[in-house]
C-alpha cells in the first residue's frame, strides 16, 4: 500500500500485465515511495511482473536509506549482465539465477523471491522464475536488519545504482512481510490460519485457474 511519486518521465499511461503499467525509459525514470512495516532480517516475500526493454541491466526494486551507499541492511532485486535475476545486499553478496534466465527483449517475466529468515547471518533465499523455483534455499545474501534514516522504496533504479536504470515495464509489484509458501504453476499460499481452517490462495498465473479436485 501506500502513495508512489513518479521521477523524471516515469508514467502508467502504457498497457501493463493487468491494466496500466509503470514505463521507465532506463536513464533516469523510476518510483519512489515510503517505507512500510517490512524487516528485511525476517521473512518476506517479493513479486512482479516485468516486461524489459533492455536485457542485461536494470534494477527493478531496493529499499535502502537513499544515501548513496548500501550496506547489508538495504536490499537490490535487479537484472544481471549475462540475463540473470539477482537479489543483493550492498556489500555485494547476491543470490543469483543459473538458468530460465531473463533473457528476451519486450517479454513478460513473473518473478517472485521468498525469504527465510533463520538468525543473523543464516538466511535462506527461493528465487522464481515465471512460476519455476530456480533457487533454492540459497544461503546468501545475508540482511541484518533494515536500513537507518530516512528509508525509502525505489522501483526501477537504486541506492547507488550498481544494477542500472529499468528500461521496461512493471507491473502487479508486491512486497509482504512474510514467506509465501508456494509460488508452483501460479497459485501461492498465502497465508494459513490454523484457528479458521482457512487457507488465503493468490493466483499469479495468466488465466483463471479451476482448482476442482486439489485437496488442501
Known sequence: G???TKVDGANTDSAGKMGNG????GSGDYATGSFGSINLASDWSFEAWIKPATIGQGTIFSISNSDGNEDNHELSIQLGASDELQICEGTGQCSTTTGDR???EDTWY???VTHDFITIFSDNIDIYVNNKRVVENNAFPDFVGTPSGSIVIEIGTGDDDNGGDFDGIIDDLRMLNYQKMAF???IMLNKIVPSTDTVHIYNAAESTIDLTGIKL
Do not use: F, K, Y
Not at 22 to 25: A, G, Q, R, S
Open 22 to 25: 509503470l514505463t521507465l525509459d
Open 110 to 112: 513473473h518473478i517472485a
Open 102 to 104: 531473463i533473457g528476451t
Open 2 to 4: 501506500g502513495t508512489l
Open 184 to 186: 508452483a504453476g501460479g
